[in-house]
């Protein structure tokens, strides 16, 4: 049996009172979704209206609130989908369970898509610009997607396989972990994929900068193909079963939305670029 050299004995639950408790991880995901918004914000503000004039200066941040809360059924509904089909035995035996909301739980191959689709639409329903918006969420998705799998580490969520790597991680303590078998030695993949989707937000704002400049929405699919890319790598420490081929179901799901980044890069580079910058600078001067 592998031995881990990081063993983590922390207690995942903030005890309240002897009736009410949350846990670490909880806390840490609503701080890293509030920081994630006021990144949004501050990138709103300096997203100009390129060549619509009819449009306002910068993007509206009432537009912000509707269309974050837009988005959270498409994730939780694409969340379980995913879930659904990564545990699709299961469930073929037990449908009922499918919609019982304290059976199982939520996978992001879907929600992460499916989230920016609803949210699109309701911006499309304010009559908000949905292009420069896509384009002002890249780089806090990226943010939130990161470090929000480092809060996994609070709550063993995310565990990979077993390992005797000397990063290899193993949790002391009754929990409840976000991963069976917890106490064994095992990939901590949740860090693994935090690490490469951090290292995915320069690349974006820096390598792929003449690929998406002026163009809307264009970065948003350069952000998703990235994120795509790094679950595919982790992918290989995961426990997941093959299920499509060689891939589980979630590196399937990473696949496609890899194919469909692609597509979507590749459609808007076929635009003309915009004449004018796509931020301004904190002076509110064009950058």
């Not at 306002?56 to 994730?75: H, K, M, N, T």
């Not at 898509?113 to 780089?139: D, E, K, N, Q, Y």
Request: glycine share 10%.
């Amino acid at each position: 049996m592998p031995v881990a050299v990081i063993t983590i004995t922390l207690d995942p639950v903030l005890r309240l009172s002897d009736t009410s408790s949350v846990r670490y991880e909880t806390i840490a995901l609503a701080i890293v979704l509030l920081l994630g918004l006021l990144v949004a914000a501050r990138i709103a503000t300096r997203t100009p209206a390129g060549d619509d004039l009819d449009a306002s200066e910068v993007l509206r941040l009432d537009d912000l609130v509707f269309i974050s809360v837009g988005a959270v059924p498409g994730a939780i509904v694409g969340g379980r989908v995913g879930y659904v089909l990564d545990h699709l035995d299961f469930y073929r035996a037990n449908t009922a369970a499918i919609f019982d909301p304290a059976q199982g739980g939520l996978t992001l191959g879907l929600a992460v898509p499916l989230g920016i689709l609803t949210g699109a639409a309701i911006a499309r329903l304010l009559g908000a610009p949905v292009g420069r918006w896509l384009g002002a969420s890249a780089l806090p998705l990226l943010f939130v997607l990161s470090a929000g799998k480092l809060g996994g580490v609070l709550g063993a969520t995310g565990q990979g396989a077993a390992s005797a790597l000397p990063w290899a991680t193993s949790y002391a303590g009754p929990g409840p972990w976000g991963s069976l078998a917890a106490d064994l030695a095992a990939h901590p993949s949740q860090v693994y994929e935090a690490v490469l989707v951090a290292l995915a937000i320069p690349l974006l704002y820096l390598g792929a900068r003449r690929l998406t400049h002026h163009r809307a929405g264009a970065r948003l699919f350069v952000a998703l193909g990235l994120w795509s890319i790094a679950r595919l790598v982790v992918a290989a420490t995961w426990r997941d079963p093959a299920v499509v081929g060689p891939f589980g179901m979630e590196q399937a799901l990473a696949a496609a939305l890899l194919v469909v980044s692609v597509a979507g890069v590749v459609e808007r580079s076929r635009r003309e670029p915009r004449e004018t910058p796509l931020f301004l600078d904190p002076e509110g001067q064009s950058a």
